[in-house]
Structure formats: structure tokens, C-alpha cells
């Protein structure tokens, strides 16, 4: 077997996509699909931060909620 990695630009990604779905099964497996972003340099690594504001909240969904009720006073 062999492996091949390929940079496919947006406008063709479609097309190959298709393409990789119409070869039968058992002769190809798609290993990975992973969008590249534009700017790399962009990129923020969050996991260098301790970030403790939201540590508090136990409910995100009832946190947002009660959010949202304050605006419509």
C-alpha cells in the first residue's frame, strides 16, 4: 500500500472528494482531511494561557441564558 499526500486547492476539493468516494472501498482508505489555514503565523496555541475567568461556570447553557435575559430587561 501506498501513502499520498496532496495540497488541494478549494476550488477542486469537491471534485476529488467525489472521485475518492467512487473508488471501491477496499482499494483506498482516507487516512486524514484537514483544512491548512491561511495564515499559520495567525495561528494562537491557547494551551500556553491559564485562562481562569469561566472556571465558575457549571451550566454553560443556563450561564448564557440568564446572560440573555439581563438584555432584555
Known amino acids: 500500500m501506498h501513502t499520498?499526500?496532496?495540497k488541494i486547492k478549494?476550488?477542486?476539493y469537491e471534485k476529488i472528494q467525489?472521485?475518492?468516494k467512487n473508488l471501491?472501498?477496499?482499494d483506498i482508505e482516507v487516512v486524514s482531511?484537514?483544512?491548512e489555514s491561511?495564515?499559520?503565523e495567525m495561528?494562537?496555541?491557547c494551551s500556553q494561557f491559564n485562562i481562569k475567568s469561566y472556571k465558575d461556570i457549571v451550566d454553560p447553557v443556563l450561564w448564557?441564558?440568564?446572560l440573555r435575559d439581563e438584555w432584555d430587561r
Open 10 to 12: 478549494d476550488s477542486a
Open 64 to 66: 448564557q441564558k440568564t
Open 18 to 20: 467525489y472521485f475518492l
Open 43 to 45: 495561528s494562537i496555541d
Open 24 to 26: 471501491p472501498a477496499d
Open 33 to 35: 482531511d484537514e483544512l
Open 4 to 6: 499520498l499526500k496532496i
Open 38 to 40: 491561511e495564515n499559520p
